[in-house]
């Protein structure tokens, strides 16, 4: 897209050719004005939003600007806008805007749970038809804004999102939305009808494998005994093993980084060396809490919450569900080319990929998932995260199961409804059984 602030080209009208005009000049005059007053007080209302602290923006041009609010179920009724949108306009999920080439605001966002195989979501979601992925893997614009206000949405987001056509719907994963309500409350001004998917994996295995994530890029550091503080002495039996997004400068000038992968050892050391609610690895898999923020601040009909080990295990009844939730048409995502990887995962054949380059891609894929492989959390470990854990998993088995029906959910509520044990939560989650009250 070229400059900033451009004013939006006209929009072509068309106009009744049977709307009766005025007789008199002066009825026409007062008509006119009236109409002017009354389209100036409502584009002050709808179009325009106060003017960013600060941020200088050209004014927007009200009077040709029409948003409407669509959703993904809006398939053939999108308006699509000529030009740069201003930073001011008002606009929603799934708009578009054509400068000469055509972009479209998300219609829904995978917004979490970090590390709970959410790039495998966007991955086979992104071969649908009709759906256009926005960002290469992850797009981070809602969680680096100062404040709620995404007041440079149309130069630093809205540029993701180069669309073939408006039968395109698009969508953009960021994991981190999910524990911020920062970046949710800007997701909400920006594109309030924008429905958010949130995959959730059992938080013990989702923490350490945050764990890995930040030890493969080296933010993970043990400070040696001899040079601990008395408070982190106090902390912890262990060497005192530290993540560089959290340790202050003091503790981090301390450290010797550790080389991935992160051994278990040195997992269980770090959740020594820090309480559990201070350290994102541990509390982002607090869901019930997050949930409830999500629901402070979008309705619930826009939310799709699906257990990830059952979703991967019932890839297929899984993706049904998500489409059609979203109001896009069906498609048969069990026709895909998959494999199995080192590791068992089912994923996506490489387009191109053939033959010769086939075979050589999938021993350098061996290779490199035993190359980078943790050592399993050692089963110590797994227990006290599990009991720290159990009951916000309780809560959140209760908020799914009983407490907010309009939230769609996966595996669907009817179908684990077997009388007594009802749980949405699989045994790998340690146990989520919920009273049916
Ligand atoms: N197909 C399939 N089957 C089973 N498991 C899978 C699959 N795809 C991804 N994964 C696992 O998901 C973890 C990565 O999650 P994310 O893609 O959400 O990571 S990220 O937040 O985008 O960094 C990561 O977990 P760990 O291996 O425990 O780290 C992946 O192994």
């Given at each position: 897209m070229r400059g900033r602030h451009q004013p939006w080209s006209r929009e072509r009208r068309v106009v009744s050719p049977t709307r009766r005009q005025p007789q008199s000049p002066s009825s026409r005059r007062l008509v006119a004005g009236i109409a002017c007053l009354a389209g100036l007080s409502v584009s002050a209302v709808v179009w325009f939003r106060p003017s960013p602290q600060g941020g200088g923006g050209a004014p927007c041009p009200h009077s040709r600007v029409e948003t409407k609010r669509v959703g993904v179920r809006d398939i053939n009724g999108r308006s699509v806008f000529e030009g740069v949108p201003c930073e001011e306009a008002v606009v929603d999920a799934g708009l578009c805007f054509r400068n000469e080439e055509l972009y479209c605001l998300p219609s829904f966002i995978i917004g979490g749970a970090q590390k709970a195989a959410t790039g495998w979501l966007r991955q086979w979601l992104a071969t649908h038809p009709e759906l256009s992925q926005g960002g290469?893997?992850?797009?981070h614009y809602f969680d680096k804004?100062?404040?709620?206000?995404?007041?440079d949405w149309s130069s630093r987001y809205l540029p993701f999102f180069r669309t073939a056509s408006t039968r395109h719907y698009s969508f953009e994963k960021t994991p981190?939305?999910?524990?911020n309500a920062t970046a949710l409350a800007a997701i909400r001004g920006l594109l309030p009808s924008v429905k958010l998917v949130f995959l959730l994996r059992a938080p013990a295995a989702r923490a350490y494998s945050a764990f890995q994530h930040h030890c493969r890029r080296l933010r993970i550091g043990a400070i040696p005994a001899s040079r601990r503080s008395a408070r982190l002495r106090a902390a912890t039996t262990h060497e005192a093993v530290v993540f560089s997004l959290e340790a202050t400068r003091a503790q981090w000038a301390r450290c010797e980084t550790l080389r991935p992968p992160c051994s278990p050892e040195a997992f269980e050391s770090f959740l020594a060396t820090y309480?559990?609610?201070?350290t994102r690895i541990v509390d982002w898999g607090l869901y019930a809490l997050h949930l409830a923020n999500v629901r402070s601040i979008f309705p619930d009909d826009q939310i799709f919450v699906a257990i990830g080990e059952v979703a991967l295990a019932r890839a297929s009844a899984f993706f049904e569900d998500v489409v059609a939730w979203l109001g896009i048409r069906r498609f048969d995502f069990a026709t895909l080319p998959t494999y199995r990887d080192a590791l068992g995962r089912q994923q996506l054949r490489q387009p191109g990929i053939f033959g010769f380059f086939d075979m050589w891609y999938m021993r350098l894929n061996v290779a490199m998932v035993h190359k980078h492989a943790a050592r399993p959390m050692l089963a110590r470990t797994k227990t006290r995260l599990g009991a720290f854990y159990k009951p916000h998993n309780l809560k959140l088995d209760a908020l799914l199961l009983?407490?907010?029906?309009a939230i769609s959910v996966f595996p669907p509520r009817s179908t684990i409804?077997?009388?007594?044990?009802?749980?949405?939560?699989?045994p790998s989650w340690g146990g989520g059984t919920t009273p049916s009250s």
């Amino acid at each position: 897209m070229r400059g900033r602030h451009q004013p939006w080209s006209r929009e072509r009208r068309v106009v009744s050719p049977t709307r009766r005009q005025p007789q008199s000049p002066s009825s026409r005059r007062l008509v006119a004005g009236i109409a002017c007053l009354a389209g100036l007080s409502v584009s002050a209302v709808v179009w325009f939003r106060p003017s960013p602290q600060g941020g200088g923006g050209a004014p927007c041009p009200h009077s040709r600007v029409e948003t409407k609010r669509v959703g993904v179920r809006d398939i053939n009724g999108r308006s699509v806008f000529e030009g740069v949108p201003c930073e001011e306009a008002v606009v929603d999920a799934g708009l578009c805007f054509r400068n000469e080439e055509l972009y479209c605001l998300p219609s829904f966002i995978i917004g979490g749970a970090q590390k709970a195989a959410t790039g495998w979501l966007r991955q086979w979601l992104a071969t649908h038809p009709e759906l256009s992925q926005g960002g290469e893997h992850e797009v981070h614009y809602f969680d680096k804004l100062e404040d709620s206000r995404a007041s440079d949405w149309s130069s630093r987001y809205l540029p993701f999102f180069r669309t073939a056509s408006t039968r395109h719907y698009s969508f953009e994963k960021t994991p981190d939305y999910l524990p911020n309500a920062t970046a949710l409350a800007a997701i909400r001004g920006l594109l309030p009808s924008v429905k958010l998917v949130f995959l959730l994996r059992a938080p013990a295995a989702r923490a350490y494998s945050a764990f890995q994530h930040h030890c493969r890029r080296l933010r993970i550091g043990a400070i040696p005994a001899s040079r601990r503080s008395a408070r982190l002495r106090a902390a912890t039996t262990h060497e005192a093993v530290v993540f560089s997004l959290e340790a202050t400068r003091a503790q981090w000038a301390r450290c010797e980084t550790l080389r991935p992968p992160c051994s278990p050892e040195a997992f269980e050391s770090f959740l020594a060396t820090y309480d559990n609610a201070s350290t994102r690895i541990v509390d982002w898999g607090l869901y019930a809490l997050h949930l409830a923020n999500v629901r402070s601040i979008f309705p619930d009909d826009q939310i799709f919450v699906a257990i990830g080990e059952v979703a991967l295990a019932r890839a297929s009844a899984f993706f049904e569900d998500v489409v059609a939730w979203l109001g896009i048409r069906r498609f048969d995502f069990a026709t895909l080319p998959t494999y199995r990887d080192a590791l068992g995962r089912q994923q996506l054949r490489q387009p191109g990929i053939f033959g010769f380059f086939d075979m050589w891609y999938m021993r350098l894929n061996v290779a490199m998932v035993h190359k980078h492989a943790a050592r399993p959390m050692l089963a110590r470990t797994k227990t006290r995260l599990g009991a720290f854990y159990k009951p916000h998993n309780l809560k959140l088995d209760a908020l799914l199961l009983y407490q907010a029906p309009a939230i769609s959910v996966f595996p669907p509520r009817s179908t684990i409804d077997d009388g007594r044990k009802r749980s949405l939560l699989p045994p790998s989650w340690g146990g989520g059984t919920t009273p049916s009250s």
